[in-house]
């Protein structure tokens, strides 16, 4: 522990996740607030695989994404890679990086 004599307040260690992108949580709240799962739920076709992701898995971490700055492909692995915004935004699943290039190679 640091003592501060001039602030009010101490510095300490945690082994909790933290992440500096914690802003980022208020977008996916707003996502989920307005609905907008439940949309890309009724007009995305399910996956055709019993081991698929559902649409919004893939949709969810894009949008977090791009919104956080990220500007390629390659970006998505810094959400997928941070355990605390996945905690504190509830993404348990995020496919992978190839699964993502292989969506977008398919166009």
């Known amino acids: 522990m640091i003592k501060q004599k001039l602030l009010s307040f101490k510095l300490s260690r945690t082994k909790e996740d933290i992440t500096a992108r914690a802003g980022l949580a ?3 709240e707003f996502l989920r607030g307005f609905g907008i799962k439940e949309l890309i739920e009724k007009f ?5 695989s019993n081991r ?3 649409a919004y898995c893939y949709i969810e971490p894009i949008l977090i994404m791009l919104t956080g700055g990220g500007k390629t492909i390659e970006d998505f692995s810094v959400i997928k890679m941070d355990n605390a915004l996945r ?3 509830g993404m348990e699943k995020i496919p992978s990086i190839n ?6 190679a398919r166009e």
């Open 26 to 28: 208020v977008y996916s």
């Open 52 to 54: 698929g992701y559902p």
């Open 99 to 104: 699964s993502i290039s292989f969506i977008q």
């Open 44 to 48: 995305m076709p399910p996956s055709g």
């Open 87 to 89: 905690k504190l935004t």
